[in-house]
């Protein structure tokens, strides 16, 4: 089955500056790969996502790329701001009705931004 | 709509008890999922539903049990309940229309036993 490494697992950055989380898969099959941000108490919600047909994706101020050679995926996040403080969790799946869709999770980042 | 709804909010078990999580959506969707959400560990794929009358295992399903005799309900049953499920629980679902992926979750439960 799929197995979703996710690095780094806590990541402190000051308000303004990027942030980078890198997520590696292991089923080269896998084409579907969705980001969702967790905040303290609250249920996951997606904030991005990428399919293996492109290797960039933006919407504001977050991006992921996609490298299907070496099997991982970033998001990025660029000026943050406090609000973006939040777990955040990669996935991956095959884009597939015989996979009915099941996503495998990386373990989670706990992204925080200093003021 | 109000989406994915889960009942109770929270919820202490003494070992060896059993209860039912409750998860309902309103938005039509084929496919739901169920999760559990340990400290540092991610979300894991506990049951899932592609339709009505249809279950499948996921990566850690030893414990529990799930029904769907509806579009709407897909209950989690724990039998025998014991200290290694606490945790917080999480429903999700997704429509069945090809391109769509987005599983929208519910705002989980949060069962301790003791």
């Known amino acids: 089955g799929e197995n979703v490494e996710q690095h780094p697992s806590t990541l402190s950055v000051q308000e303004g500056d990027s942030a980078v989380i890198k997520c590696t898969y292991s089923?080269?099959?896998?084409?579907?790969f969705p980001w969702y941000k967790q905040e303290l108490g609250k249920r996951p919600q997606l904030i991005i996502d990428i399919r293996s047909n492109v290797g960039e994706k933006k919407d504001q101020r977050i991006a992921v790329t996609l490298n299907k050679t070496a099997k991982h995926f970033s998001l990025h996040i660029t000026e943050t701001q406090p609000e973006d403080s939040a777990v955040y969790f990669c996935?991956?799946?095959?884009?597939?009705?015989?996979?009915?869709?099941?996503?495998?999770f990386g373990k989670g980042t706990l992204l925080t931004v200093n003021p | 709509n109000a989406g994915v709804t889960q009942t109770p909010k929270f919820r202490i078990l003494k070992i060896g008890q059993s209860m039912t999580l409750q998860c309902a959506q309103d938005?039509?969707?084929?496919?739901m999922y169920w999760y559990r959400q340990d400290p540092g560990m991610g979300l894991k794929l506990i049951y899932y539903?592609?339709?009505?009358?249809?279950?499948d295992k996921g990566e850690v399903p030893n414990g529990y049990n799930v029904s769907r005799s509806t579009t709407e309900d897909f209950p989690l049953r724990l039998e025998l309940a014991a200290p290694s499920q606490t945790s917080v629980y999480f429903c999700a679902s997704r429509q069945s229309l090809a391109g769509v992926f987005e599983q929208f979750f519910g705002p989980g439960t949060r069962l301790t036993v003791l």
């Open positions: 996935a991956a799946t095959r884009n597939s009705g015989g996979s009915n869709y099941k996503l495998t």
């Open positions: 938005m039509n969707h084929n496919y």
């Open positions: 089923d080269s099959a896998s084409n579907y």
């Open positions: 539903s592609v339709g009505a009358g249809i279950t």
